[in-house]
């Protein structure tokens, strides 16, 4: 018998290391469960908040049970056995290194993320495994006399958290979607939250959430591009329209209208367009995701704030803004819909001016207008009606010179043409409805526009006159002078507000360089040039000499000059003598004067 006892000692000792395999294989293929059945458990006893984003149906909630421990789904008995028998052999020590190397070796399996791309039901999978490793440890140290002590699972806790951390910011890098880091900003809120639960420290993770969440507004602003992107893309930039009272109450439920002229007759229009409220809209939604990030990550209602504010005010001047810009100089956008989209940013203005009571509402600080932050990003509307502005400007410009493309002006007519041009008639028909249409805009506005294409109009006929080449005559120049005329009529008679003269003023150069040559004034231009009493002050007598040598020209064509006559050889010297001083008379001319062809 005493022989046999070595024997059974060492079979007891293969049984119970037998059970203990067993038990270990056990809890490995039972982490999911366990630590799904925690974190659920965490989850429905109220710690956490996350219904409106993950919902779970009543099915669901029933089929967890929230008294279920993890000693309900795992038999710890082998390794109360197993640790009973190696102590009363005095092998206490081999059996405490063998559990500890192989949870260890469990710990580095659990841990290792897989290495690609993965589904949300991977993470969920993963941080359900890390969860119910953790909540095994935790059972065993609490459950038996030092086989385990708190340092060595606050070591094994350390490598989690390395390890999920550097997961995390790898595998996040790379998320496209906004709802995938939302769904495992959650889970890792709920992981912490169980974990927490069982006395490990989480502050890290949290601190990786945040990191995470810099990375989630970034996201939200590339979609959110998209979005705003779309809603310019199929808004018709006509006034909205309300049929009924009843339709304006329902309305201004989403929409401030306090800035906006209400009229008692229906149907009306609103002076903005649908995409002034559908902007709004989002810009309100952008708000409430942010905020809702920011949900369970022991972040103050001031911290809160702080953050939602920052992620608001790169909404506006990086998102919006470069939304407007792109559409602003798309090619495609008629001049009618830019007048309406300098119109819907005034609106949008006002109605933002608002958000930062919004903020502040949505994130539960003091809604104390006095000292709430200003967002300044709504400075971008601001830009985009300036470059709006500047845009109508310059297609209007464009259109004018689509209009002078046309033109073909007969320098040596044989008679005085007596009504104006058709190009030019065509474009001051097309200006006069275009100024009409911009009535809903500010006055300095209107203004703005007008005065620029007067002027352009003025430009583009001095630009004709001075460098068209050939000769002309007297007649080719009265009947140019005839638009000169028809383009100072317009202006006079262009019913938007301003003062009186102010845009025929914008003709002057060109007005008083056709009388130049009409009158041939050539000793009183010479005579006044700079000084108070000069009649065509507006007048550089540089494009004076070059027009003058083709004046010139014309004569030769006609051979007075063949003859070689005393009379024509003087008025030539005449000619020649006039351009000469014109030339002298402006200082920026260093080379010799142009030359007067006979």
Known sequence: MRERIPKLRENIKGASMTDLRNFLEDVRAKSEKIGMLAMKQTQYRGSLDLSKRNTTDTSQKQAVDLDTSVQDMVDFSPIYRCMHIFTVLGERETFEGYYHRQRWHQARLVLDFPSTQVSMQAYRSYFYQVAGFFVVEDTVLNTTQGLITKHTVNELWELAVSKIASALRTHTSLFSEVQMVRSVKELVVLFCETLQSFDFQVSQLYDLLLETREQYSELLMRTWYTVIKNIFAVDNYTPMR??????????????????????????????????????????????????????????????????????????????????????????????????????NTTYLEKACEGLSSFIANTTGVSSDTSMLPRIY???????????????????????????????????????????????????????????????????????????????????????????????????????????????????????????????????????????????????????????????????????????????????????LLSGLRSGDRDRRRLLETIVKRLWELDPDNRGPPPVVLG
């Open 377 to 559: 990003g709504v400075s971008c509307f601001t830009d985009a009606r300036a470059d709006s502005e500047d845009q109508i400007y310059t297609r209007l410009q464009q259109r004018i010179d689509e209009f002078f493309e046309l033109s073909q002006y007969q320098w040596m007519s044989p008679e005085v043409q007596t009504a104006p041009s058709s190009h030019m008639d065509d474009l001051l028909a097309f200006l006069g409805s275009t100024f009409l249409s911009l009535t809903s805009l500010p006055d300095n506005v209107c203004m703005t526009a007008c005065m620029s294409s007067c002027k352009h109009i003025a430009r583009r006929l001095f630009d004709i006159m001075v460098t068209e080449e050939g000769p002309f005559n007297q007649n080719g120049l009265r009947s140019f002078a005839v638009d000169v005329k028809r383009c100072e009529e317009f202006a006079v008679s262009l019913p938007l507000k301003g003062i009186d003269g102010t845009y025929q003023l914008a003709f002057g150069p060109i007005r008083q360089m056709v009388d130049l040559f009409i009158n041939m004034d050539w000793s009183a231009y010479l005579a006044d040039y700079g000084t108070g009493k000069s009649r065509y002050p507006r007048v550089r007598p540089t494009p004076v000499a070059r027009v003058l040598c083709r004046f010139r020209e014309k004569e030769a064509k006609r051979g």
């Open 242 to 343: 309300m049929e009924a009272e009843e339709d304006l109450q329902v309305f201004a439920r989403s929409f401030p209208l306090e800035d906006v002229a209400i009229e008692e007759s229906y149907p009306q229009d609103l002076p903005f367009s649908e995409f002034v409220p559908m902007v709004y809209g989002q810009i309100k939604e952008f708000i409430h995701k942010c905020a809702g990030f920011a949900e369970n990550l022991n972040l103050s209602h001031t911290e809160t704030d702080e953050m939602v504010r920052k992620s608001t005010n790169l909404l506006l001047t990086r998102t919006v803004a470069a939304c407007f810009s792109e559409l602003i100089h798309d090619d495609r956008l008629r001049l009618s819909q830019l007048v309406q989209l300098s119109v």
